[in-house]
């Protein structure tokens, strides 16, 4: 994961570091108008490939403090998807999107990846790493949570005029760890990791992934969740400093039984 190499900092530096050269960021207040719907998020088989930027995503990006992952738009089996290429780097794209998890609680995407990031270890800190990584954040009133959680919210509000999601979900590929695993992040209590697939028996092959976003956020956080923000995917490879590639077709938001 990308902050690992951060541990240790001031939190005005840690923040300052991580977040100040974003290329884009969550919204700020009053940004929420331009969200997506679950009917209106953008996917990629709808889009021409080619290099540059998909429509209706943005990129993640660490500033000059982090090498950036490179996203390109490819054909795959007659379709259009996104090819991600990692070299010692982490960044992503994010699409904003705003709805209620108990509405829609389901989350479906397809990814495929050639080849597993042999060194990493996300139970570890510093080997946080992975070759895919569906995110979802989610917005929530932070004045509730323990007193180190809201300084670090309150210090990156006050450096970035941004605000950090109040809970985020990544759904992530595995090396070793059983599927469904929880796995918390070693930096900060609002972020948990959730095994999606694991080991290499399907390395190679397109994969269709389909989690149930309202349940796995009351399991992982212990509470019912708030409305979702945004979604985003990212590769990387910054703690680990290896070399991948891997594919990620269409993200869907549905309600339970499939409707969108």
């Not at 956080?221 to 991948?244: C, H, Q, R, S």
Request: charged share 20%; proline share 7%.
């Amino acid at each position: 994961m990308t902050i690992a190499f951060l541990r240790g900092l001031a939190l005005p530096v840690l923040l300052t570091a991580l977040f100040a050269g974003c290329a884009q960021l969550p919204p700020a207040p009053g940004e929420e108008s331009a969200a997506a719907t679950p009917r209106t998020f953008k996917t990629f088989s709808g889009q021409r490939p080619g290099a540059g930027m998909p429509a209706g995503w943005s990129a993640l990006e660490f500033g000059g403090f982090k090498k950036a992952t490179s996203y390109e738009l490819v054909e795959s089996d007659g379709r259009t998807v996104l090819q991600a290429s990692a070299d010692a780097s982490a960044s992503g794209l994010m699409q904003r999107v705003r709805f209620d998890p108990k509405q829609y609680p389901l989350i479906s995407w397809s990814w495929k990846v050639p080849a597993l990031i042999e060194t990493a270890d996300n139970t570890v800190g510093g080997l946080e790493d992975s070759p895919v990584r569906v995110i979802v954040a989610f917005a929530g009133d932070t004045s509730h949570l323990p007193m180190l959680e809201r300084v670090t919210f309150k210090q990156f509000e006050m450096l970035t005029h941004r605000q950090l999601p109040y809970a985020t979900l990544m759904y992530i590929w595995e090396n070793r760890v059983p599927t469904g695993t929880v796995i918390p992040s070693a930096h900060t209590e609002r972020i948990k990791m959730i095994v999606a697939e694991s080991g290499s028996e399907r390395v190679g092959e397109w994969q269709r992934v389909t989690r149930n976003v309202y349940e796995d956020f009351r399991r992982a956080f212990g509470e019912e969740p708030p409305a979702v923000k945004w979604i985003g995917i990212m590769t990387d490879t910054d703690n680990t400093g290896l070399n991948t590639r891997a594919f990620y077709g269409d993200i869907t938001v549905g309600r339970a039984g499939g409707q969108r």
